[in-house]
């Protein structure tokens, strides 16, 4: 089976996981107004951001079972079912009553569906990352994982992008209405064509190997706790990094800009979505140059933009009515993530051995981005309110994040470019 079928499968899989994810974000002002009550548009708004976290805290049970699964009985089996899981769960959100409808069951529907996403996605990305580094060749390892990498905003400008398409093509009424269930609703499609192409996959060779030799850990959870306890500490924290700077950036900048700014849920995703699209070669070509001048040096130039770019963009925001200007400084917040997530999974994959390699990236990414990035966009409103300036949290928290994540990856984060596969 070709290298470039394995990247194309494991990458169009991961991409509709990214795309259900986030259509939670691109529609979160109708999500909004149909599952929370509609008496305080504040609370609703930070009520669906906290829903939109539940999914992120789960995501380390996701990464606990699917990465037991991954380093016990493989590689290819293990994330077919995330994906199921994911799209099944997606499509569900699709049909789900309003709270006009049926009360508080509806958000108490909508969040129990979040878990099952985040546990999917809990173990896709883990998945995903290991499988294409161990088929990769050495020298271009994270180039190809790359590819990966680049799913989430593309994930992000689909699902926006979905939502601006659908509602120009419905009336307004109509759109209001029933238009906004279709993102989700077409998911059961994307869902079909990704489990027919990993299908087609086979198990990796480092994967089959260490099986024939009998060197599957027995319990990879505990393995990798016990024995790479700095490994899991670092990949938490520099996934914490990189989280907390992409949520500002796609999760925060959507109630910004209709909340605060005032902007239509239409325009707002037709901004992002277009800066989410735009910056996609970035990811290419940042892990292209992570196999030439290593993960940490690309990693490390990500954080230092995010603090050096994040206050002013989303000032200069305030003043910028034109989409395609917005669309532009979004932009800038995004390109950051290009140079932090473009290495982002490749770093943490390659600290572990392959017998636990699937748990231990997969945990620590997950635990990172869980108890840091999933309730960012949250946290950043709750301090805005507490302040009454809409970006206290970016300089409280999300610079707090950053920064220790940027220190501890230039103290202590090991270069692994060029470094052999275990």
Known sequence: MSLRFIVAASTIGTLIEWYDFFAYASLSPYIASKFFPRGDPVAAVILTWLVFATGFVVRPLGAAVFGHLGDKIGRKSTFLATLLLMGVSTFLIGLLPTYDQVGVWAPLALASLRILQ????????????????ENAPENRRAFYAGFLSATPPLGLGLSSLTLVFTAFSLPKADFETWGWRVPFLISLALTALGLWLRYKLAETPLFEKIKKEGRVSRLPIAEAFVRYPVYMALGI???AGHSVLAYTATGYIFPYLTNVLKWSPVDANLAVGAAALAQLPFYIINAYLADRIGRRRVYITGL??????FYPVYYWLGFVKDVALASFLIFL???TTAFTFSVLGTAIAELFPTRVRYTGMSLAFNIGIGLFGGFTPSIVQTLGVLFNNPLAGVILYTYIVVAVALAVAIKWLPETAGVRLE
Do not use: S
Request: proline share 0%; no cysteine; charged share 5%.
């Open 118 to 133: 985040g546990i999917a996605l809990g173990g896709e990305y883990g998945g995903a990352v290991t499988y294409v580094l």
């Open 237 to 239: 924290i520099i996934a």
């Open 304 to 309: 230092a933009l995010g603090l050096v770019l």
């Open 333 to 335: 917040l995004i390109l």
